[in-house]
């Protein structure tokens, strides 16, 4: 088979070299330490939204109104004063 004059072939890339044992240990290595700070990052962020969820969520400190301490303390007056008649 006779090339056509025009071609102009191109240097061929070295094959790639055989994996050697050493890097299989250091991939296992690696893909252990991923696997753990993966664990860690989940296990962090799980424990933070428990945390976050366990908070005791009082009336006036999440709605709008402003103070929280008088209108807190005009409910809890008004049923001390009925209870107390």
């Known amino acids: 088979m006779d090339r056509p004059s ?10 790639p070299a055989p994996a050697s044992d050493d890097d299989h240990a250091r991939r296992m290595i690696l893909n252990a330490a991923a ?9 962090g962020a799980a424990w933070a939204f428990e945390l976050l969820a366990t908070i005791p969520k009082h009336e006036c400190n999440f709605s ?19 209870s107390g008649r």
């Open 64 to 82: 709008a109104r402003r103070p929280c301490s008088s209108t807190a303390q005009r409910g809890v007056a008004a049923s001390l004063g009925e």
């Open 35 to 43: 696997c753990a700070w993966i664990l860690i990052v989940v296990g």
């Open 6 to 15: 025009n071609i102009i072939p191109f240097p061929r890339k070295p094959a």
